[in-house]
């Protein structure tokens, strides 16, 4: 008998996605539970009792916390449709990038709470960071790995999605795909793929979703500055 998986998550966050993503992938059976962030619920306070977030990945009963440890657990785990590369060096080269994406996304959502001087700051720091994506991490190649995809590809999903309707809501403007062609490639690429195709997140929520928290952080703001 399968033993049972279960991943709680929010359907409005990238770390999550990854998590599905990355369990569609391999074919895994799961049961997803939405939670309330405002309002949350003893099992993810039980699961993940020192940073109480999202997502968990509950598999036999045991939890897994922080999406790229959960994204290696599954990998590991379930080694079917394998997204870590065999070649040592390939595989530590991709645990770079997820690392650097990770280390680097603060940046962008630096873009998203701030106003003013800062915020054009944080916007230009942000170029910068896609701009080492494009010609040092991505190139020319179809994915990250090459012509297949990978976890690396799944850290970076956000900026597929997340990555466009953030700038919206923020009104400025981070990725231009003149700038960045072979990302904006990438983003077809990755678009296209049938189990990212399948599970995409809701556009029109997520831009409802991060407008109404950008009111909010801009009216605290500008408060703070009277």
């Known amino acids: 008998?399968?033993?049972?998986?279960?991943?709680?998550?929010?359907?409005?966050?990238?770390?999550?996605y990854?998590?599905?993503?990355?369990?569609k992938h391999k074919g895994i059976n799961y049961e997803y539970i939405e939670e309330d962030l405002f309002n949350k619920s003893h099992d993810l306070l039980t699961y993940n009792p020192i940073y109480k977030m999202i997502p968990v990945l509950v598999h036999a009963g045991k939890p897994v916390v922080e999406s790229t440890v959960i994204l290696e657990y599954i990998e590991?785990?379930?080694p079917q449709n394998p997204l870590f590369p065999?070649?040592?060096?390939?595989?530590?080269?991709?645990?770079?990038w997820?690392?650097?994406?990770?280390d680097k996304s603060p940046d962008f959502f630096q873009i998203f709470h701030t106003i003013g001087e800062e915020q054009a700051k944080a916007t230009e720091n942000a170029k910068e960071v896609?701009?080492?994506?494009?010609?040092?991490?991505?190139?020319?190649?179809?994915?990250?790995?090459?012509n297949t995809i990978g976890l690396t590809d799944i850290a970076f999903g956000w900026i597929a999605f997340w990555l466009e309707v953030i700038q919206e809501a923020a009104g400025v403007k981070v990725f231009q795909p003149d700038d960045f062609p072979c990302l904006q490639s990438w983003i077809n690429n990755f678009k296209q793929f049938p189990v990212i195709k399948e599970n995409i997140p809701d556009r029109d929520a997520l831009l409802d979703h991060f407008k109404r928290r950008r009111e909010m952080v801009v009216a605290s703001k500008s408060a703070a500055q009277y």
């Open 130 to 146: 896609l701009k080492i994506i494009e010609q040092q991490g991505l190139g020319e190649k179809k994915f990250f790995g090459g």
């Open 1 to 16: 008998m399968e033993e049972q998986v279960k991943l709680l998550g929010t359907s409005r966050s990238p770390f999550s």
């Open 98 to 102: 997820i690392k650097f994406g990770e």
């Open 86 to 96: 065999k070649d040592p060096h390939d595989k530590a080269e991709a645990r770079f």
């Open 76 to 78: 590991e785990t379930w």
């Open 18 to 23: 990854r998590v599905v993503w990355a369990l």
